[in-house]
């Protein structure tokens, strides 16, 4: 007997998972914003060996680059309690995203900063400008702008990434996703859209990143 296709019972529910894709741009705007600003501090921190924090960022990369995102989120929810950090479901799941982000952005943003031109950075100092202006206008902005299309990658990697955010009840567009496949059991059709919408938010978030990018930061460098 041929399978019937029903969307009808998903698109009844539409309020939860409109409700859950918000959770998650939500939980991707906060990871975005603190996570690459860590980034940036990693950066500076690697890029010019500043001890001891370079060793402490290094290990803090290869530990986050070298372990599953499932396991991080675990030992924020389930582990730290146990040394009396408790925190809820939506603060476990942001701090995951920023410390995870964190470590990406460090080793793409040091990428930046290394490929700037020691020339570039005495010819600054050759016009008197402070060391403050020289990182902002000739190291930053520059390297920014060098490697916001991986930032960009890794902030849509992060974002879907964070359907694993479901497994300790965040109220984000899985857990919706799996919450009404529960009660109406059409797998296809829920994860079908489900599947859809998690499609838009890339794209939404890549061109959204992508205008950012081209206002604020590679307009800028040149």
Partial sequence: MAYQ???????????????GAGFTLALTAVGAVFG?????LGAICRAWKLAPFDRIFGVYVEVIRNTPFLVQLFFIFFGLPSLGVKMTEWQAAVL??????????TEIIRAGIQATPRG?????????????QIF?????????????????????????GS????????????????????????AFETYFVTTAIYFAMAL???????QIGQRYVVGRAR
């Fill in 5 to 19: 296709f029903d969307f009808a019972p998903v698109f009844d529910n539409a309020d939860l998972l409109l409700s």
């Fill in 36 to 40: 690459i600003g860590l980034g940036i």
């Fill in 96 to 105: 995951a995203m920023v410390i995870n982000l964190g470590a990406y952005s």
């Fill in 120 to 132: 570039q950075i005495e010819a600054a100092e050759s016009l008197a400008l402070t060391r403050s």
């Fill in 136 to 160: 902002r206008h000739v190291v930053l902005r520059p390297a920014l702008a060098k490697v916001w299309p991986a930032l960009t990658s890794q902030v849509i990697i992060v974002m879907l």
């Fill in 163 to 186: 359907a694993v955010c479901s497994q300790i009840a965040t109220e984000e567009l899985t857990f919706a996703a799996n919450f009404i496949q529960s009660r109406n059991f059409r």
């Fill in 204 to 210: 939404l978030i890549r061109q959204l990143l992508i």
